[in-house]
């Protein structure tokens, strides 16, 4: 079945610090994908997203390039804010198949200021 | 303006007491989505609507049931709460493959305590 797969756990950048946070997906169809954000006590909200292949998703200096040769979205940005803290959750949406969105387990990122 | 809007925020509920736990939108989309969320874990989807069409995940427990009376609510029932469920819940909704845009968007979520 489909299954997206992420870093897993906490990563813990500096302020300034460029980051990546690797994001693999699986399906024989054609996703879309989302990168999604999670503040504490609150329900996720959409960060960035691609609807094809080549695409590229930006969204607060972050970016994420939808790469169908390697199966891959993962999220970048050149370098971080204290603000950015939070779980982030990579995700997909399968074309032709039902609505389902299928989650990555989460990142949590806290950045030390 | 929220556009998705869970009710309410905080739920505590006794061992074995049915709750109900509800969902309206604004949006006008035709999925609407239930998802159950653990600390530190990734929203488990337990079904989802596409207008009155029902999708139930083959793991959702039979002690998880829901309704969608029309467009804009969604109630998620859980018949006899055991204190593993206790957990965060999520409405979400989106346009679905149909509507051409599968982008969800969350409500702030029901924090569920079973005591």
């Known amino acids: 079945g489909d299954s997206v797969v992420q870093t897993e756990g906490q990563v813990l950048p500096s302020e300034g610090d460029s980051l990546i946070v690797n994001c693999s997906y699986e399906t024989t169809q054609y996703p879309s994908l989302f990168w999604y954000v999670q503040y504490p006590g609150e329900g996720p909200q959409l960060h960035l997203k691609?609807?094809?292949?080549?695409d590229k998703g930006r969204n607060k200096g972050f970016e994420a390039m939808y790469r169908k040769e390697t199966t891959s979205f993962h999220l970048e940005k050149d370098s971080v804010q204290e603000s950015d803290s939070a779980v982030y959750f990579c995700?997909?949406?399968?074309?032709?198949?039902?609505?389902?969105?299928?989650f990555g387990k989460g990142t949590r990122l806290h950045i030390l200021p | 303006d929220a556009m998705v809007i869970q009710n309410p925020r905080y739920q505590v509920t006794q061992f074995g007491k049915p709750v109900t736990l509800s969902c309206s939108q604004t949006?006008?989309?035709?999925?609407m989505y239930w998802y159950q969320q653990k600390s530190s874990q990734a929203p488990k989807l337990l079904f989802h609507?596409?207008?009155?069409?029902?999708?139930n995940e083959a793991d959702t427990p039979d002690n998880f049931q829901s309704r969608r009376p029309n467009t804009s609510f969604c109630f998620l029932d859980i018949r006899s709460p055991g204190l593993g469920d206790a957990a965060m819940y999520l409405c979400?909704?989106?346009?679905?493959?149909?509507?051409?845009?599968?982008?969800?968007?969350f409500g702030q979520g029901t924090r569920l305590t079973v005591v």
């Open positions: 979400a909704t989106s346009r679905g493959q149909q509507g051409g845009n599968t982008e969800a968007f």
């Open positions: 995700a997909l949406s399968a074309t032709n198949r039902d609505d389902k969105i299928i």
């Open positions: 609507y596409y207008d009155k069409d029902f999708n």
């Open positions: 691609a609807m094809k292949a080549n």
């Open positions: 949006l006008n989309h035709n999925v």
